[in-house]
């Protein structure tokens, strides 16, 4: 009897749970004093974790606040899990800015402002690229915690040497090492974009060309405004370039395996043990995972290295398209507060990237203060772009952003089909109001 | 039972009368329901309704319904969602196609698989060890199922099963089967078939055991030969078991998650979407909860057919399993 009691008590305080967690608010009114423990959540597990930790850890002793790291690669699914639980935690670190803009605009981002901090002078650090993806309708709602540069190509010093071959300036001399790589017998590249969660190397393929044979006002156009159509014929035009190097002819295994694998696999496939292609394309993190991760006996420099991604259309120059991630709080506590302000300061950017993990978006982060020739040349290339474009599938709104990597994955298994695919994907991107 | 039949004088005064229900017979039955009722409508009927109330609205990052839209979800699903159904291309495509794939191959290979192994195995003398054998990945989670099939479809000879058979025994070229339109949805069917057909198996070997010796051994003194028996006794008694097992093979397959989320994601493209799949893709990846609340929606409509059999099932107290 009191079993059966006890069980419907439990159902009745579901059910009332239930009906006050439904019509829970996130209150909004000021700065509480803190709990002396905050939870931050993003997707890095192993090398990269232990890298963030390590800020942590400083932050924990400089401050007394602990704190509680939570990971998970399906960032996405977790993230809104927690939201519409109305239990998010208390700050995360957000890989998509166009994610940024979707909580912004549902109100579940507490802002700088609203943290008490002094978003201005926060600011200063950081270049208007990196400022304007946390500035959504003129309120600053993060920092950039972490930045990318994604226009590097990274290849064997020592092969490159063996075959004589010097470091391509542009695109064309870039086909022609692949070219002179398959006429002596081995495979010029390798990629891997397996799935919903590996499609981002081709968008980030795409975006290279695009950026660079396009020019960045049309990048801008297409990816931000929507006012160039993605079945336009500029679109066309880096698809064909896109496939020059990415068939079968040319990528380890041909398209198949670039659909079957990961693109952790695609490091391994160039620069594990039992490597099988020359050269791949990836953003600055390749060196940290690869060296980390995949071969640790590998020395930079000789065994791996980066270039710039050759310019394409000597009218259009571009010199990084990058990403980052953004920090940004759920909950609006003095101790969230703080750890924000630590996250922007130069102190936290020194500890980082001395990992070798990251490159700082911070410009007061000192060069001394990376730990090796591959990081130290990323961070130099990030400060010294003239030009600056944004990762454009990360920005693009709502599934677009993912639809898109599928579309290219289409686009690379059948290029003959690419004038329909892309129609298609220009009436999906209609029908979801961007662009119109 | 009128209130008049209750016999005058009592010996004790009769406290508080109770109300109407509780004097009909079995009101105690209703009282040892509750709970379960209680229960099944917290956990069961509430979520229900609401899913299908979200189906008819837009949601935001909260999942909080902001506006109403009536039927545009299941509209757009139907007729302008190439992930779901695209009927531009022939034969159609999408995450339902790829389910009615799946409703085809899956149960049937499953099935047939079950029943041959079962009736073969009755007639040898080391039966247990070929049913353990065949009823071993039954056991095995269907994530860890899917693990073990991601490397035996690895394209590298050196690691994948499948293509070291491929290369060594044929000298072909890797196939990547979880990378081609064209082999993946096969590919996985078969994964899920070799983890399933020990369920179909050891239902249908039970049943077999079920049938009388007699009337084996009384046609086969009519001089029926083995196929004979097979087909015109056998077969036909385990036509309700088959049914059964039938039955919940179709329900796996329409909600069918884990051994696509591990070994494809849907992909290569959205080649082995399914609905299950790109209604978690739709919730949590794009954080759509309206128009993901209209696929669970269809789910529901596909499943209560199956449900309704069952029940009926039961009623008839033909319960064979």
Known sequence: MTKRWAALLAVLLLAVGTATACGGDDGGGGTKEGTGTITIFSLWGGSEQEAFQKVLTQFTKDTG??????????????????????????????PRPGFVAELAKDDVLISLEDLGLDAGQINENYSDTWTKLTTIDGTVYGVVAKANSKSTVWYKPNSFQENGFEIPKTWDELLEITKQYKAKGKTPWAAGAQGDDNSWTLTDWFE??????????????????????????SVKDAVNEM???????????????????????????????????????????????????????????????????????????????GGGDVAAAFVNNEDVSKL??????????????????????????????????????????LKEAKSFLFDGSDLLPGTLGQNFGTLLQNVVKNPGDKDNLLDNYQADAESAGFGS | MSSTAVPGPVGKPRGRRLPAIFRRPGWQGLLFILPAVVLLGALVAYPLVWTIVYSFGDTNSRLDIVSWVGFDNYERLFTRDRVFLNRDSFPPEGALVNNL??????TTISLALGLLIAVLAARVRYESIVKAIIFVPMAIAATAVAIIWKFVYEPDPDIGAANAVLHGAFNLDPIVFIGRADTVNYAIIFAYVWASTGFAMVVLSAALKGIPE???????????????????????????????????????????????????????GNSSEVIATQMFDELF??????????IAVVMLLLIIPLMIWNISRFRSERVVT
Not at chain 1, 372 to 380: F, G, I, M
Not at chain 2, 101 to 106: E, S, T
């Open chain 1, 65 to 94: 606040i602990e704190t509680k790291y939570e990971s998970a690669r399906d960032f996405l699914p977790v993230i809104r899990t927690r939201l519409a639980a109305d239990n998010p935690p208390m700050m995360a670190i957000i």
């Open chain 2, 214 to 268: 007699e009337i084996l051994e009384a046609a086969r003194t009519d001089g029926a030969n083995e196929w004979h028996i097979f087909r015109r006794i056998q077969f036909p008694l385990l036509s309700l078991p088959m049914a059964v097992v039938t039955v919940w093979l179709t329900i796996n397959v329409i909600k069918l998650f884990d051994v696509i989320y591990v070994l494809s994601r849907g992909g290569p």
């Open chain 1, 243 to 321: 496939v020059k190097i990415l068939n079968d002819q040319y990528v380890a295994g041909g398209i198949d395996t670039v659909l079957g694998i990961s693109f952790v696999d695609s490091i391994g496939r160039v620069f594990g043990k039992n490597p099988k292609a020359e050269m791949l394309y990836e953003g600055g993190f390749v060196g940290g995972i690869a060296i980390g991760e995949v071969n640790p006996s590998l020395k930079p420099g000789t065994d791996i290295d980066f270039f710039e991604f050759p310019q394409i259309n000597p009218d259009q120059s571009v010199d990084v398209v």
């Open chain 2, 285 to 294: 990846q794009n954080g759509e909860g309206g128009y993901a609340a209209a």
């Open chain 1, 340 to 381: 924000m302000e630590y996250l922007a300061s130069p102190e936290a950017g020194e500890i980082w990237v001395s990992t070798g993990a990251i490159a700082s978006p911070n410009e007061s982060v000192l060069e001394s203060a990376y730990p090796n020739e591959l990081v130290k040349k990323e961070a130099r290339e």
């Open chain 2, 101 to 106: 794939k799946w409703a085809l191959l899956y």
């Open chain 1, 208 to 233: 290279q060309i695009y950026a660079r044979q396009a020019g960045p006002d049309k990048y801008t156009q297409l990816f931000e405004t929507g006012e160039v159509p993605f079945n336009d014929q």
